[in-house]
C-alpha cells in the first residue's frame, strides 16, 4: 500500500516546477520549471487512474479488472499540448535571444530600460 | 397620440447642420440655409401650440433600449416654452451671428454655424423628452455639440477655457446626474415625467435630500456654486455662442431640467412636504448674493455679465426650490424674461465688440453718443435683468418674492432684494458711463462730435428686436402665466 | 444538416487553418480565411435563431451519446458569445490585408492566417463545448495561437511578452487541468451536464472545493482578473494591433464565458455563493481591479497601452457582475461580455489602422491627427463614447445594469466605484482624444498624416456605428442575455 504517497509526490513536484518557473531568471530555466509543473499533472493524472491489482484494459478472459483508461487517454493529449508549448516557448526564446542578445531576464529588463521604453 | 413634431423639431436644424457643411464654399447660400432653418424651427415649435392649448400632450416614442425603460419625446407647457424661447431667439441670433463673424473676419464660419444648428436640435431634445434618460442624452449632446463653439477661436486661452468647460460639464452629469437618474430609477422603477412626480413616499427625507442635491448638483450647466466656475471660462466664446449659448440655450437647459424634475419627478407637494430642498435652497440663495458681489468686482464686460447669469440662474433654482405654486411660477418665467434680457446685454457687448474691440467696462466712457442703439437697448436689458417695470424681467422677480412671502422666508426675500440692489449696482453704471463720460480725448478728436458709429446693421437689429422683446414680455405676461399656470395650482 | 449547424461553425476554420499553412498566396490565404469566418458567422447567427426560443441544442459528436462522447451543447448564453466571436472576426477579417502590407508582417501573412484561423476555431470550440477536459483542451490551442499572434509583432518586447504570457498562461490552463482531473476523481465524469448534476451532493468534499479553487485562479490567469492580469497589458501593446483587436473583442471575453459557464453550469451558483462565499473575493479583485486598471490606463503614453489598462477595467466589471450574482448583476457581466467585444474591436481596429500609416501607436508622436485624418478619429471617438458609457451607445446598456444590480444590494460603495471609474475612463479617453483633436499638428503627423486605409476605416465605422445600434436596438443583445440568465440560474437553483 501506498497510501497517498502519490499525492504528495506529485505535490512536491508540482511545487517544485512552480518555484522554479517563477524565480529563476534564466529563460530556458522557466521553460524547465514549467515542464517539471506540467508532469506533475501528468503523473497525477495517471496515478490517479490506476487500479490497484488492475491490469491495462485490454478485455481478456483472465482479467476482471481493469485500470481506467479513461484518465490516460485524457493524458496523451496533455502531453502534446505540453510538447507544443514547450517547442513555442523554446522558439520564443530563440528569438527573444537574437533581439536582446541575451535570454537573463534581469538582464532583458535593464536592456528595455535603456531603450526608454 | 402619437405626433412626429417633436421629432421633426429635432431632425430639422439637423438637417439644417447638414445642409451647411454641404455648402461650405458657397457662404451666401450656407447663411441662408442657417436663417431659413431657423425661421422654419420657429413656425414648427409653434404649431405645436395649438394641441397644447388645447389640453393634449403630443407624444412620439421612439425606442426603448432596455424593458420597462421607454425614451421619447411629449410636449407639455414648460418645454414647450423653452423651445419657444430657445428656438425663436435662435432666429435673431443666428443674425446677429452672420453680421459679427463676417465683420470680424472670424474663421471657419461653416463649422461654427453647423455647430450651432447641432446645438439647437439638443436643445430642442432637452425641451421635449419624456423621460430623464432622453433628456439626458440630449444634456450631453448639448455640452458636446457646444464645445467646439466655445474652442472656436482656437487661441491657447480660448482651449483652456473649453476644457473647464467640457471638465465641469461632463464631470457633474456623468458623476453626479447619471447617478441620481440610475437611484431614481432604482426607487421608483420608471423614469417617465409624469405630473405630481414619482418619488412621493418611496424615500426617506435624507434620501430625498440627498437625491435632491444629486440633481442639482449634477445639472451643471445650471450653474449652481461651487460647480459655477465653467460659466465665466465658457466667455472666452464668439460673442454671438456666448449669446446664444450662456444666455439661452446651454443655461437654460440646466434650470428647465431642475424644474421639470422638481415638477414631474420628484413632486411639488413631496419637495413641499419633505423639505428636502433646504440644502439647495440655501445654495442658491448664497449664489445669488455671492455671484452679484463678484459681478461687482469684474471689468470685463463679458465676465461681469457672466456672473451676473450665474446669478439670475440661482433664481431660478431658488424659485423651484421654494416649492410652492408662484414660486415655480416665477421660477418658469424667470426663464423667458432672463433669456431675452441677457441676450440683450450680451448682443450689446458683441456690438460694442465689433464697432470698437473694447472688451473692459472701463473702456466705455462716452461711446454712448456713438452707438446710441447699442446704448439704448443695453439699458433696456438691464433694467429687465433688474426686475423693473415696464420689462418682462419684473414680473418674474414679483412671483419669486410672492414665492418666499408664501413660504414665510424673510430672509430670503431680503436677499432676493438686495441682489436686485447689486444687479442695479453693477448693471446701470455701464449704461451711465456710456451716456454721461465723455470720451477720452484722442477718441474725440478722431470724429466729430455727434457722429454715430454704430455696428453693422445685422447686429444692430437683432439687439433692438430682443430689447422690444422685453418690453413686449412685460405686457403680455400674462399670456405666459395663463400658460403655465395649470402646471402649479 | 440544419442538425449539424453546432460543429459546423468549429469546423470551417479547423480544416481551413491547414490549407492556409500552405498557401503562399497572401490573397488566396485572405480569401480562405475570410470565407471560413463568414461561413462560421452565417452558422451562428443561424444558432442564434434555433436558440432564440430559449432552446439548447445538444449535438453529439460521432454520434457517441454523452456521457461516453463529447457533447457540444448551443443554449442562449453561448450563442450571444459566439455571434460576438464570429461577428467581430468577420468584420476585422476584411481589414486583415491592409494591416498586414507592413513589411515584417507581410512576408508572414500565411502564417498569421494559420494562426488567427486556429485561435478563431478554438475559441468557438471553448464556447460550445460540453465537455469540461475540451475546455482545456481548446483552452491550450487559443493560448498557443494566440502566444504565437503576440509574437509576430514588429518589436522585440512583442516576443518578450508573448513569451511572458506564455508561462502565466500555461500554468492557468494546467491549474484548470488539475482542476478538471480532481472533478473527475470526485464525480467519475467529464460531461458538464452530469457534474452540476454530481457537485450538490459534494458540496463538502475537499477534492471538489480545491478543484473549484485551482479552476478560479486557473480562469482568473486567462480572465486577466485582478491581481492576475499582468500579462494582458503588454501582450495587448505588443502585438501586431489587428491583432490585438481580435484577442482584445474575442479572447478575454470567452475566458468569461468559461468562468461563468462554470460557476453556474457545473460548480453550481449555490457552492460559489452560499457554501464558500467566494463571491465577496470576486467583489474585493473586481473592485481594485477597476480602480487599478483605470488608474494605470491614466499614466500611459501608447494608445494601444491605454486601452489594454482600461480593458483590465472593463473585464473586472464582468467580474463584479458574477460577484452581485443576482439576474440583474450576471445579465450586465453577459450583456458586457458582448458590448466591450464591440467597444475594444472598434477602437483596436483604428489603432491598427494608424500604426498602418504611422508604425507607432505614441499619444505624443501622434498629436492634431485628427485635422489629418477626422474619418478615423472620429471612428476612434464613438468607441470612446461607447467605453465611457454615454447613453445611446451599447457601452450604456451594460454599465447601467451593472449600476442597478450593485443598488439592489444597496452596495453604495461599489456604486461609488464604478462612477468613479467611469469618470476616469472619461478622463483617459478624454486625454487620447483631447491629443489627437486639439493639439498641434505633430512633425510625423504633419509629414505623413492621413487617413486609415479603406479597408481599415470601413470596419471601422461598421464597428463603431454597431456599439449606437446595440445601444439602442437591445433585442438581440438583452433578449439572449435575459435567456441565459434565466437558464444560468435555473441549473443552479
Known amino acids: 500500500m501506498i497510501g497517498l504517497l502519490n499525492y504528495w509526490v506529485v505535490f512536491a513536484l508540482m511545487l517544485l516546477g512552480l518555484y522554479m518557473t517563477i524565480s529563476s531568471s534564466n529563460l530556458v530555466k522557466k521553460v524547465v520549471g514549467l515542464n517539471i ?81 | 397620440m402619437s405626433n412626429p413634431i417633436p421629432a421633426l423639431a429635432i431632425c430639422l436644424p439637423l438637417l439644417g447642420a447638414l445642409l451647411v457643411l454641404a455648402n461650405k464654399d458657397r457662404p451666401n447660400l450656407r447663411d441662408g440655409i442657417s436663417l431659413v432653418t431657423t425661421v422654419l424651427l420657429f413656425f414648427l415649435v409653434l404649431s405645436l401650440y395649438g394641441p397644447v392649448m388645447a389640453g393634449e400632450q403630443p407624444a412620439w416614442q421612439f425606442i426603448s433600449p432596455i424593458p420597462g425603460l421607454a425614451m421619447g419625446f411629449r410636449v407639455e407647457p414648460l418645454g414647450l416654452m423653452f423651445a419657444t424661447v430657445a428656438s425663436g431667439l435662435w432666429i435673431v441670433t443666428t443674425v446677429y451671428a452672420i453680421g459679427y463673424m463676417r465683420r470680424n473676419k472670424e474663421k471657419r464660419h461653416t463649422m461654427f454655424f453647423f455647430c450651432f444648428a447641432v446645438a439647437i436640435a439638443a436643445a430642442m431634445g432637452v425641451a421635449f423628452s419624456a423621460d430623464l434618460l432622453t433628456l439626458f442624452v440630449f444634456y450631453e449632446a448639448l455640452t458636446l455639440s457646444t464645445y467646439p463653439l466655445v474652442a472656436h477661436k482656437q487661441t491657447k486661452e480660448a482651449r483652456r477655457g473649453a476644457k473647464i468647460y467640457l471638465a465641469f460639464l461632463l464631470t457633474t452629469s456623468i458623476g453626479l446626474l447619471l447617478v441620481a437618474i440610475i437611484a431614481t430609477y432604482a426607487t421608483a422603477g420608471t423614469l417617465q415625467f409624469t405630473p405630481g412626480g414619482v418619488l412621493t413616499d418611496k424615500l426617506s427625507v435624507t434620501g430625498l435630500t440627498i437625491l435632491v442635491c444629486l440633481f442639482c448638483f449634477g445639472i451643471g450647466k445650471a450653474a449652481l456654486m461651487p460647480v459655477h466656475r465653467w460659466l465665466p471660462s465658457a466667455m472666452v466664446a464668439p460673442t454671438p455662442v456666448s449669446a446664444l449659448l450662456h444666455a439661452v440655450a446651454v443655461v437654460k437647459a440646466g434650470v428647465f431640467t431642475i424644474v421639470k424634475v422638481v415638477v414631474y419627478i420628484i413632486g411639488v407637494d413631496n419637495l413641499a412636504q419633505t423639505g428636502a430642498g433646504d440644502i439647495v435652497l440655501w445654495t442658491a440663495a448664497f449664489t445669488l448674493t455671492f455671484a452679484s458681489v463678484i459681478a461687482l468686482r469684474k471689468d470685463n464686460l463679458k465676465a461681469r455679465l457672466a456672473y451676473s447669469t450665474v446669478a439670475q440662474l440661482a433664481y431660478v433654482v431658488l424659485g423651484a426650490m421654494l416649492a410652492n405654486s408662484a414660486g415655480l411660477l416665477g421660477a418658469s418665467m424667470q426663464i423667458p424674461m432672463h433669456a431675452v434680457g441677457k441676450i440683450t446685454l450680451f448682443f450689446c457687448a458683441g456690438s460694442i465688440y465689433v464697432a470698437t474691440h473694447k472688451t473692459e467696462i472701463s473702456q466705455l466712457d462716452g461711446l454712448g453718443h456713438r452707438m446710441p442703439f447699442t446704448f439704448a437697448a443695453f439699458f433696456i436689458g438691464s433694467v429687465s435683468i433688474i426686475g423693473l417695470p415696464p420689462m418682462g424681467g419684473a414680473w418674474s422677480k414679483w412671483f419669486l418674492l410672492m414665492g418666499t412671502a408664501d413660504a414665510q422666508q424673510w430672509i430670503l426675500m431680503g436677499l432676493l432684494l438686495l441682489s436686485s440692489l447689486m444687479n442695479i449696482a453693477y448693471l446701470l453704471p455701464i449704461v451711465g458711463r456710456g451716456f454721461f463720460r465723455p470720451l477720452p480725448a484722442e477718441e474725440a478728436s478722431r470724429l466729430p462730435a455727434g457722429t454715430i458709429e454704430e455696428s453693422p446693421m445685422t447686429c444692430v437689429i437683432p439687439l433692438s428686436v430682443t430689447a422690444a422683446g422685453c418690453v413686449a414680455l412685460f405686457l403680455y405676461a400674462d399670456a405666459i402665466h395663463d400658460f403655465l399656470l395649470p402646471l402649479f395650482p | 444538416m440544419s442538425a449539424q449547424l453546432p460543429i459546423l461553425q468549429l469546423l470551417f476554420p479547423l480544416i481551413a487553418a491547414p490549407i492556409c499553412s500552405l498557401l503562399h498566396n497572401r490573397n488566396a490565404a485572405w480569401l480562405l480565411s475570410a470565407l471560413a469566418t463568414w461561413a ?77 484561423l486556429l485561435c478563431f476555431a478554438s475559441l468557438i470550440g471553448i464556447t460550445i463545448t460540453g465537455d469540461a477536459f475540451n475546455v482545456f483542451v481548446f483552452l491550450e490551442i487559443s493560448s498557443l495561437s494566440t502566444y504565437a499572434l503576440v509574437a509576430m509583432g514588429r518589436d522585440r518586447r512583442a516576443q518578450l511578452a508573448a513569451f511572458r504570457y506564455l508561462i502565466m498562461g500555461t500554468v492557468g490552463a494546467t491549474f484548470i487541468l488539475i482542476s478538471v482531473g480532481l472533478l473527475y476523481m470526485a464525480t467519475g465524469t467529464l460531461n458538464m451536464a452530469d457534474l452540476a448534476e454530481r457537485i450538490p451532493a459534494l458540496h463538502d468534499s475537499t477534492v471538489v472545493r480545491a478543484a473549484f479553487g485551482f479552476f478560479i485562479v486557473g480562469a482568473g490567469v486567462k480572465v486577466a482578473m485582478f491581481p492576475m492580469h499582468f500579462w494582458l497589458p503588454s501582450a495587448y501593446s505588443f502585438a501586431p494591433s489587428i491583432a490585438s483587436a481580435f484577442l482584445a473583442a474575442t479572447a478575454t471575453k470567452v475566458a468569461v464565458y468559461v468562468m461563468l459557464r462554470f460557476i453556474f453550469g457545473v460548480f453550481g451558483a449555490e457552492l460559489f455563493f452560499d457554501v464558500l462565499a467566494l463571491d465577496q473575493v470576486f467583489l474585493a479583485l473586481a473592485v481594485v481591479g477597476i480602480v487599478v486598471g483605470s488608474l494605470a490606463a491614466l499614466y500611459q503614453d501608447d494608445i494601444k497601452a491605454v486601452l489594454a489598462y482600461s480593458s483590465v477595467a472593463q473585464l473586472s466589471y464582468m467580474v463584479l457582475g458574477i460577484a452581485v450574482g443576482t439576474a440583474s448583476g450576471l445579465t450586465a457581466a453577459v450583456v458586457h461580455i458582448f458590448n466591450h467585444g464591440l467597444i475594444k474591436a472598434a477602437l483596436f481596429i483604428v489603432l491598427a489602422g494608424i500604426f498602418v500609416r504611422f508604425q507607432c501607436t505614441r499619444l505624443s508622436d501622434l498629436a492634431g491627427l485628427g485635422k489629418f485624418a477626422p474619418w478615423t478619429v472620429g471612428a476612434f471617438g464613438v468607441g470612446a463614447m461607447s467605453l465611457i458609457g454615454i447613453p445611446g451607445t451599447a457601452g450604456f446598456i451594460s454599465k447601467w445594469y451593472l449600476l442597478l444590480s450593485v443598488l439592489e444590494h444597496a452596495w453604495w460603495f461599489v456604486a461609488l466605484v464604478i462612477i468613479a471609474s467611469s469618470l476616469l475612463a472619461l478622463a483617459y479617453m478624454w486625454r487620447v482624444i483631447d491629443a489627437l483633436w486639439l493639439k498641434e499638428p505633430s512633425q510625423l503627423v504633419t509629414e505623413r498624416g492621413r487617413e486609415a486605409p479603406l479597408r481599415m476605416l470601413i470596419p471601422a465605422w461598421v464597428l463603431a456605428l454597431a456599439n449606437f445600434f446595440f445601444g439602442i436596438d437591445t433585442t438581440v443583445t438583452l433578449g439572449a442575455a435575459g435567456r441565459a440568465v434565466a437558464s444560468l440560474l435555473g441549473v443552479s437553483a
Open chain 1, 37 to 117: 509543473f506540467q508532469t506533475s499533472v501528468f503523473i497525477f493524472f495517471i496515478s490517479m487512474g490506476k487500479v490497484t491489482g488492475g491490469t491495462a484494459p485490454i478485455l481478456d478472459e483472465a482479467y476482471s479488472a481493469y485500470s481506467n483508461p479513461l484518465p490516460h487517454v485524457l493524458i496523451l493529449t496533455a502531453i502534446v499540448v505540453g510538447v507544443a508549448t514547450t517547442a513555442l516557448a523554446l522558439a520564443l526564446i530563440v528569438r527573444i535571444r537574437e533581439g536582446y542578445g541575451s535570454i537573463e531576464e534581469s538582464y532583458i529588463r535593464d536592456k528595455d530600460r535603456e531603450s526608454g521604453s
Open chain 3, 40 to 116: 462560421s458567422l452565417a452558422t451562428a447567427i443561424g444558432l442564434y435563431y434555433q436558440t432564440a426560443n430559449g432552446a439548447e441544442l445538444i449535438y453529439e459528436v460521432g454520434g457517441w451519446p454523452p456521457p461516453w462522447g463529447i457533447s457540444v451543447n448551443i443554449d442562449s448564453l453561448n450563442a450571444l458569445v459566439l455571434l460576438l466571436i464570429t461577428g467581430m472576426a468577420s468584420v476585422l477579417v476584411v481589414a486583415f490585408p491592409a494591416s498586414l502590407t507592413i513589411q515584417w508582417l507581410g512576408s508572414r501573412a500565411r502564417l498569421y492566417y494559420t494562426a488567427y
